[in-house]
């Protein structure tokens, strides 16, 4: 608490990656966070509460909307885009008149939340670009000389980004996707399997995360299909590469085995940790397999095309 009430800067765990906190409402503060990132000034942050009851800290006007997804899965793993309160300083929203709000669901975050009492400003706590961090290791790998305080909550629970919703109108948009699934939303507000269509125009700007390269190893990345990811791999080590194998079944013979996964929310629990792991192993090229994109299985491909790109 006494690093963030002076305006510094902490590694906190959350259920999806450990965020890089600050007081949302101190710019000073916030521009730390982007300085230790180095992450683009037009890229918005997420703002994290103790309770959906603190929203009216930090937005102007709460949508029945809103209140209706905060009330279904607060706290838990999906931001909603408000438009922004007169609190919330222009660096915190990227300069946008929009802010982006969820109630964390992490004991270590809920804790540290109730006990300073603010609002706190937590992107992933990694460099800008790199793989997100699910475990304190991964924050101190990249940023440990920056920070005086990691948090260590264990390896995060969900692995992927939260789900963000713009749910300024009557029905939500999905801005960038995560674990709470279409889905999940639909069984909420009861609108039908065209989501997302909507009269105003779907602003992705609005969105953390959505402007820039992320999620990227320093080895190359191709996604490949089930049926065919051991095959390729294979095929690539004939060419004189090192490759790695991400999959859900054998890994053929001269192939580094990375990871092998279950099901599409296993691989997005471990998606980073295997990307980070692939740098370790100093492999040239990662073959992925593609997952289904239903539920979570969307976020896990969204987070593979980019680091891909």
Sequence with gaps: MRVLRRGDVVGLPTETVYGLAADALDPAAVRRIFAIKGRPADNPLIVHLHTAQELERVVATTT???????????????????????????????????????????????ALLAAVDRPLAAPSANRSGRPSPTTAQHVATDLGDDLEVVLDGGPCPVGVESTVVDARGDQPVVLREGSISREDLRSVVGIPSGMGATRRPVDLTASPGSRYRHYAPTCALEIVAPEGAAARAAELVDTGARVGLVASGPVPAGVHGVLRFVDAPELARLLYAALRDAELAEVDILVVESVPEVGVGRAVMDRLRRAAE
């Excluded at 919330?88 to 004991?107: K, N, S, W």
């Design 64 to 110: 029945p909307l809103a209140r209706a997804l905060a009330a279904s899965f607060w706290p838990g793993p999906l931001t909603l885009v408000l438009d922004a309160g007169d609190a919330v300083p222009a660096v915190t929203t990227g300069g946008l008149r929009t802010v982006a709000v969820r109630v964390p669901d992490h004991p270590v975050a809920a």
